[in-house]
């Protein structure tokens, strides 16, 4: 098994969840960071969801990391804080800020095939 780490960024993320990342196929992800950055001049809020590709079990709901997270202007956050979220094959981490273009996003994984 090979661990890979990996970083994606995501510019001007709209008022409605975007797709950051999504798991490759037959590959484990670990989200070591997720940093939120205000790119507006006003504050703003973002969220942060994880949307899983099991239908069934107990993983199968889709789930906030975060919610209404507010963003002074110029400012950035760090949603993981030291945790350590696993992923499976087909989920999605998504971002939305509650005005267009109102933040971007970096996120760090490792990704395990």
Do not use: H, R
Not at 10 to 25: C, E, G, M, Q, R
Not at 44 to 69: R, W
């Amino acid at each position: 098994m090979a661990n890979t780490f990996k970083l994606k960024t995501k510019a001007a993320i709209d008022a409605s969840l975007v797709t950051v990342y999504t798991v490759p196929s037959s590959t484990t992800t670990v989200i070591i960071g997720l940093t939120i950055s205000n790119v507006k001049g006003a504050a703003v809020t973002a969220d942060a969801q994880l949307v899983t590709a099991s239908s069934s079990g107990e993983n199968a709901d889709d789930v906030y990391i975060a919610k209404d997270i507010p963003l002074p202007t110029g400012s950035s956050v760090e949603i993981m804080a030291g945790n350590k979220i696993v992923m499976e094959t087909g989920d999605i981490i998504k971002v939305k800020a509650s005005v267009v273009d109102g933040v971007d996003a970096l996120l760090s994984v490792m990704e395990i095939t």
